[in-house]
């Protein structure tokens, strides 16, 4: 007991000690003040974002989402989902390796793997948890990522988790790839990069690049988050259609939640590396299984994009209509390669103020801005969905057109 005495009294005077301290260095701060000074400093640059809540019914004409094919609110989809946690319940309970994965997750593994002409696959919660997973699970301290200036941020900030050496490398730069490779000779890499990238819509040179890293033994990741449903063969994908899909050293991820209009995500490849994520991936062995429901509804999704391989192709003609109809009236967009169109806007206000006065004249337009975008410039990004009319196509395009800001 004297030492439990001794022990309180000490701890006693070590805290009088610190408040002592706290009341001779002057007002005691609130440890989350210096948040005014950041949203100030935000609000200047006009780069305020905030949460919009969607209403479940809305006469929104929508080009802000991901919906590629038009297939989230499908009955066929929807139903799926529906039933889908009647039957196994409204979440996973636990992580995959415990109770988290179902036969609803090994069917969906299995025809995704199957589709895209993978050996296998692995569904994770979000497209985001699946590239973390690639990469710190197939990099390492000893390894080297090459990874393009223009990478979604999941894929950037799987490179600062992996713990590698990382170069980054012009945007869509096959020798830059090349000589970075050269440059550090036997030592293990991986080249990472999106098939379509995000911002402007473009797609990477993925033949060149997969050529650039067999010549010196390296693996190729490939996040198709944007590539896949919209290219390839009836929309399996520009991995697929590049004709890597099933090769030894390619990896691909993909989500769930933009051409499948669900939620979650996956990684495709070879089964040994599917069997070592399975092992080594912290975002697959410590987070809950992605929810029964969301799995049913991409597997429902997933087997109306086989059933119905048009769908690809009316999303990239919708694409490229809105394009082609937006630069003939003079503004400058980038060409789209799937079914994103960026539209660039002369600041980060005038986008944010553009993309308001679509939203009040009816349509839903994404509003890109810094650090959001990697070169600092400002865009409206409108995304093509299959189900588009040509009437509502003329509506977004006329709706754009009334609200542009002044060069």
């Known amino acids: 007991m004297p030492q439990a005495d001794d022990a309180r009294a000490h701890e006693t005077r070590a805290h009088e000690t610190r408040t002592g301290d706290a009341r001779a260095a002057g007002p005691r701060r609130a440890a989350f003040d210096w948040t005014e000074a950041e949203a100030r400093r935000r609000a200047d640059a006009g780069l305020v974002r905030a949460l919009r809540p969607r209403a479940a019914d809305s006469d929104l004409?929508?080009?802000?989402?991901n919906d590629y094919l038009?297939?989230?609110r499908r009955p066929?989809?929807?139903?799926?989902?529906?039933?889908?946690?009647?039957?196994w319940g409204a979440g996973s309970t636990g992580s995959r390796l415990v109770t988290g994965t179902t036969l609803l997750h090994t069917d969906l593994e299995r025809e995704l793997a199957a589709f895209c002409g993978f050996e296998a696959a692995l569904v994770f919660?979000?497209?985001y948890a699946a590239n973390l997973a690639v990469l710190t699970a197939l990099?390492?301290?000893?390894?080297l990522i090459v990874s393009d200036a223009a990478n979604h941020a999941s894929l950037v900030d799987g490179c600062r988790l992996a713990r590698a050496g990382t170069a980054v490398v012009p945007h869509a730069d096959p020798e830059a790839v090349r000589k970075t490779l050269e440059a550090h000779p036997g030592r293990r890499a991986l080249v990472v990069s999106d098939s379509v990238f995000s911002v402007d819509g473009d797609r990477a040179p993925?033949?060149?690049?997969?050529?650039?890293?067999?010549?010196?033994?390296?693996?190729?990741?490939?996040?198709?988050?944007?590539?896949?449903?919209?290219l390839g063969d009836g929309g399996r994908g520009a991995v697929h259609g590049a004709g890597l899909a099933g090769d030894e050293d390619v990896v691909a991820t993909l989500t769930l939640s933009k051409s499948l209009g669900s939620q979650g995500g996956a990684v495709l490849g070879p089964a040994r590396v599917i069997e070592h994520l399975v092992n080594a991936a912290r975002t697959f062995i410590f987070d809950t299984g992605l929810a029964p429901a969301a799995v049913g509804g991409a597997l429902a999704s997933l087997r109306l994009i086989a059933a119905e391989p048009g769908l690809a192709e009316r999303a990239r003609t919708v694409a490229t209509a809105l394009y082609e109809r937006l630069t003939a009236a003079g503004l400058?967009?980038?060409?789209?390669?799937?079914?994103?169109?960026?539209?660039?806007?002369?600041?980060?206000?005038?986008?944010?103020?553009?993309?308001?006065?679509?939203?009040?004249r009816g349509l839903a337009v994404g509003c890109f801005r810094p650090p959001s975008v990697p070169d600092g410039v400002s865009r409206l990004r409108l995304t093509a969905r299959a189900d588009l009319t040509d009437a509502q196509i003329g509506r977004a395009v006329e709706t754009v057109l009334e609200t542009a800001p002044a060069a």
Not at 76 to 87: H, S
Not at 139 to 143: L, V
Not at 336 to 355: C, G, M, N, Q
């Open 61 to 65: 004409l929508d080009l802000a989402g």
């Open 70 to 72: 038009g297939l989230t």
């Open 76 to 87: 066929e989809v929807t139903g799926a989902a529906a039933e889908a946690a009647r039957r």
């Open 125 to 127: 919660s979000s497209g």
């Open 139 to 143: 990099g390492g301290r000893d390894s």
């Open 206 to 230: 993925l033949a060149d690049l997969a050529a650039a890293c067999r010549a010196h033994g390296a693996g190729l990741v490939v996040d198709d988050a944007h590539g896949f449903g919209v």
């Open 332 to 360: 400058t967009a980038a060409r789209p390669d799937a079914a994103v169109v960026s539209v660039r806007a002369p600041s980060p206000e005038a986008a944010l103020r553009w993309a308001a006065d679509c939203r009040e």
